[in-house]
């Protein structure tokens, strides 16, 4: 045993000492950070109206078209490129012509057509619409999957609560504890990474180095007391546990029947809706999906296309199962983008990146679908209705959950911050 491994125990990074000990003491890859049930941890009470007990984020990684999709403008030349307008099962609603079978399910959806970003850049963008506040030199703050994971705990014994399927960016806990960091699967095809015993490595000979390692932790944490490696110990235990349990098969898409896998599509984002609703069924709280490729300043009609159609199957296909199943109305999914792009095509056949204005969705989770919120102009430039920041978008979704928007966390050196920063709810929409 290498004994640099154990000096200065604050300069040692959670993924190295995770990864040393797992390689060199049980014949291992670590699992990435899963949240302990070891640690006895005191979440807040939700608020009991709250019908939406999971969330499915699908994000749209680049910035999607708020013209080409859901706020389309059918009627004017300036700005409506190639995308004319589809009547949806909701009156008065209309979607755009590359979204046919979203057209079928906007009776469940509202689509808020007013989102405003600070933000025009993508990094900048995805952080602030997933954390709900600036980039900051200073410190970093805990995604949105952190704070459902911190406030609201996991309600399965064994699964993580807080799930990313092919993870965009290193969105993580932030500030908070490791153990609230996401769960990453790269590949819904392949589940979980690192989470079988290595083949080289027999039964009782993991078992074995299973109870040293147990010993070299508690020698260890009686001499480095620090929180941090208290918790390398407990997501050692969730991990070897999840590994040993029935359970693992929540992450086995290929369980699903050839008929469900072909309504959802076989690409990586249709598997990942479908094993995010896998998921949500076995009681995990938060999964994000991502689906990449929207940032079109040029040709957009050549990759739009593709992209809008990979969305509107699988989002489609996830909406009318959830409301088969009766999760709907407990399952609040979202479709989120960092801004939308702007509406006059640019000369190089494109859109370029446009934060003044945007549509997400919010379809179950106890709002009441069949309606848009918000409006733009005729041109799609301005909003002159209902503004919605994103903070106020964020904190929609925790309405949604019941959680407690005031309550004040404080990071390790004291400053205060909640889930959705000071943003106010769209609470006419539920």
């Not at 590359?98 to 808020?112: I, R």
């Not at 009766?326 to 990146?353: C, Q, W, Y």
């Not at 549509?359 to 919605?388: H, P, R, W």
């Amino acid at each position: 045993m290498d004994n640099n491994l154990f000096k200065n125990a604050d300069d040692i990074s959670r993924r190295n000492f995770v990864g040393k000990l797992a390689a060199g003491c049980l014949g291992v890859s670590a699992l990435p950070m899963m949240t302990s049930t070891a640690n006895a941890q005191s979440y807040v009470p939700l608020r009991k109206d709250a019908k939406a007990k999971a969330v499915i984020y699908l994000y749209m990684s680049g910035g999607m078209s708020h013209i080409d999709s859901f706020d389309v403008k059918p009627d004017n030349s300036k700005v409506r490129g190639e995308s004319s307008a589809l009547k949806s099962n909701a009156d008065g609603v209309r979607v755009s012509k590359f979204f046919p079978n979203m057209s079928k399910q906007m009776k469940h959806v509202v689509a808020v057509n007013s989102v405003t970003t600070t933000q025009g850049a993508h990094d900048q963008g995805r952080y602030f619409m997933h954390t709900s506040y600036q980039p900051r030199g200073t410190i970093v703050h805990p995604y949105f999957g952190s704070w459902v994971n911190r406030l609201a705990g996991n309600v399965h014994g064994t699964l993580p609560p807080n799930v990313m399927i092919r993870p965009g960016g290193t969105l993580g806990a932030g500030w908070m504890p490791g153990k609230h960091a996401t769960l990453p699967v790269d590949n819904p095809k392949e589940g979980v990474k690192y989470s079988k015993r290595h083949r080289t490595v027999k039964e009782d000979q993991f078992d074995r180095r299973i109870t040293v390692l147990d010993k070299m932790n508690r020698e260890f944490q009686q001499t480095y007391k620090q929180r941090s490696v208290r918790e390398y110990s407990d997501i050692y235990k969730d991990a070897v546990k999840l590994m040993s349990s029935k359970d693992l098969d929540a992450f086995d898409v290929n369980k699903e029947s050839d008929k469900d896998k072909k309504a959802y599509g076989e690409s990586n984002f249709g598997l990942g809706c479908l094993l995010a609703r896998r998921l949500v069924q076995k009681g995990v709280r938060w999964v994000e999906v991502n689906l990449g490729g929207w940032d079109h300043h040029d040709n957009i009609y050549g990759r739009f296309t593709d992209n809008s159609r990979t969305l509107d199957q699988a989002m489609a296909a996830l909406i009318a199962d959830l409301s088969s199943k009766g999760m709907l109305d407990s399952t609040l999914v979202v479709l989120a983008t960092e801004f939308g792009r702007t509406p006059f095509i640019n000369v190089n056949k494109g859109r370029d990146h446009f934060p003044r204005a945007f549509t997400c969705l919010l379809a179950g989770g106890g709002v009441k679908g069949g309606q848009t919120y918000g409006k733009t102009d005729k041109d799609g430039v301005g909003i002159v209705e209902n503004k919605v920041k994103v903070p106020d978008f964020n904190a929609t979704i925790a309405h949604a959950m019941g959680l407690p928007l005031d309550l004040k966390l404080h990071s390790a050196s004291g400053r205060p911050f909640q889930v959705a920063d000071k943003g106010k709810p769209i609470t006419s929409i539920f």
